[in-house]
């Protein structure tokens, strides 16, 4: 159904997905069609979230955050706790993982936190340079050809210091995939992130970290998952790329 009507068929299967009551975290099946975003709530403490939020907190001071993509906001929880006085908003698809998220975070007393029902190229709502880090995880993977240029120049839009995504990465030659708009590869989008930002922020700069077993202990994710850093042109050259990265730009 994808390669006939692309991005659309995902966005479908992902705004309904708690009409399933199940989880693709767990492969558990649940009662109540809530309850499978618990899957979710429960993974706050995964390796990737807590090195996802240092390369957020690369950016300080930070005083506002976008995550694309944010189920019911695990990593926004780590992104509160780590930044109480920041202005933190988070969308997603699934409008039973944004209800959901909202009572966490109130239950949590977690108020600086804001949720909304949005599809990742819907960022009308917000004006340019709203918030200096926009991230995503593991979110671009379902973003086909046809939607992935909007996408990408909304987030450079809203940004104001930089981005950091989390994402499989294409690590094979430029020429194969010359303008990054992904090549697909068991039912995931991989891409040249690098090349595809510079696109919409020619004067960006990208740091490339690969996903580790540390990180990720996943064998997919550790073959072409990558953590993309970039900052924008007022960013570029504050901070010096660790010897661990490859420099792209």
């Not at 990054?180 to 990208?206: C, E, H, M, S, V």
């Not at 540390?214 to 924008?232: H, N």
Request: aromatic share 10%; with cysteine; charged share 25%.
């Amino acid at each position: 159904m994808e390669r006939i009507i692309g991005t659309r068929a995902r966005e479908h299967e992902w705004a309904t997905l708690h009409y399933y009551k199940s989880s693709d975290l767990s492969g558990k099946h649940y009662d109540k069609r809530d309850e499978w975003v618990l899957d979710y709530w429960d993974s706050r403490d995964h390796s990737h979230r807590t090195f996802l939020l240092e390369k957020i907190a690369g950016f300080s001071p930070v005083s506002s955050v976008l995550e694309i993509g944010c189920n019911c906001g695990p990593n926004l929880y780590l992104v509160a706790r780590r930044f109480p006085d920041s202005q933190i908003h988070g969308i997603d698809i699934n409008p039973v993982a944004i209800q959901k998220g909202r009572e966490l975070f109130a239950a949590a007393g977690i108020t600086n936190v804001n949720l909304s029902v949005h599809k990742a190229d819907e960022l009308g709502q917000f004006p340019d340079k709203s918030f200096d880090v926009v991230f995503t995880d593991a979110v671009l993977i379902y973003i086909g050809r046809d939607k992935i240029r909007k996408v990408i120049a909304e987030m450079v839009r809203v940004a104001r210091k930089g981005l950091v995504l989390l994402e499989r990465y294409n690590f094979g030659p430029e020429q194969r995939d010359p303008y990054g708009l992904g090549i697909r590869r068991n039912d995931l989008w991989l891409r040249n992130y690098a090349t595809l930002i510079k696109q919409f922020a020619p004067g960006a700069q990208a740091q490339i970290t690969r996903v580790t077993a540390d990180i990720w202990p996943d064998k997919g994710w550790q073959e072409t998952g990558a953590i993309i850093e970039v900052r924008l042109t007022s960013e570029v050259n504050r901070n010096v790329p660790h010897a661990t990265e490859e420099t792209v730009g």
